[in-house]
């Protein structure tokens, strides 16, 4: 198999079916080719960063998303380049049955599950998470280009090496490559109050430090944790995820977020993810998760993690909704949950609750 300067693989098709870190870095995070065949194109097109059926369905297109700066940009403008290959192919492979499933509510996404398509789920997860990345690193921390700053994602330090893992597994269906479900990491799927009585029924959180996203569509919400191999699913079942006793409100869903987000910060010894040459496919590619030890470890508490986290997820979004005094300081503390009452019970009906 023709292996490229720079340690990619190349199939007889002239697939790149992995991109090495170098190339990834060097030229694909930097915009010089297509960002998911990691090509050079003359059919170049521009890919929604937030998929153009979700701005279809919640008629996104004239309001805009806040990026990592505190700007806003409008999510017609916010896309990222793909030639117009893999732009189909995305549609055929991701999108359409993704969106089909989704148009079902939580059982169609439920049913989608049950039938399979985990990973397809998951991948199109990691390519979201990927895309608004990706797209930080064309935007400049402070437009006005006289002030002299790098892009958002030089700005904050995004961590390519970290993100490598997850554009991997992203371009998976062009890739063909065979995944180890414990690469995949953690997937939760939530029902969600009924949009009428919430203030939106479209959300999205994107939490870099802790490879942890989560999207709301309608009543369905999803959170899935990238480089974990499933530790954090499994602690939080034990801990959050028995009690819930009914559908999340749009805080509740937030707080979880920030819940998986902890988890997977204190998570001790992460596993290793390579690609290797599947031994079953020859001239097909394999993602593998290495484990370091048989179980997974987790560092105690780090006091006042969780409320940091809280305050940057619920806050600004919650503020105005809520009458609770000294909101915000006990938040950053972590002395306020919107999803447990002190006797640990599931709380119903929170968007009107008073400390």
Known sequence: MPVLDDGSLVDGEGRIIFVSLERFQERVCKGSVCFL??????????????????????QLYAKAMRL????????????????????????????????????????????????????????WLALVFIKIHYKDKSLLLNR?????????????????????HTYCLARAPYSGASVQPEALGSLAVFSMTPPKFEREAFDVGDLTFAH???????????????????????????LILQRLEGNLSFPQFRELLAHFACCHFHLKNPPDFSTVLDPLSPGQTEIICSKRDPMPEFHEAEEGVLGQILEHVLYEATKDSVNIPNFREKLSKGELSFLFAEDGSFINKTEDRNA
């Open 37 to 58: 065949c990691a090509k050079e194109s003359t059919c170049i097109t521009k890919e929604h960063v937030i998929p153009d059926w979700i701005l279809r369905r919640f």
């Open 68 to 123: 990592p700066n505190g700007t806003l940009l409008r999510y017609r403008n916010y896309v990222v380049p793909c030639c117009e290959s893999c732009n189909g192919l995305l549609s055929r492979e991701l999108e359409t049955p993704i969106s089909q499933a989704f148009a079902q509510g939580f059982e169609g996404v439920k049913q989608f599950l049950e039938n399979g398509g985990g990973p397809k789920l998951f991948f």
């Open 144 to 164: 006005d280009r006289r002030s002299g700053t790098g892009s958002i994602a030089d700005e904050y330090g995004y961590d390519w090496g970290d993100l490598h």
């Open 212 to 238: 942890t996203f989560g999207i709301r569509i309608d009543n369905v919400a999803v959170i899935s944790v990238f480089g974990d191999g499933g530790a954090v699913l499994s602690k939080l079942d034990q």
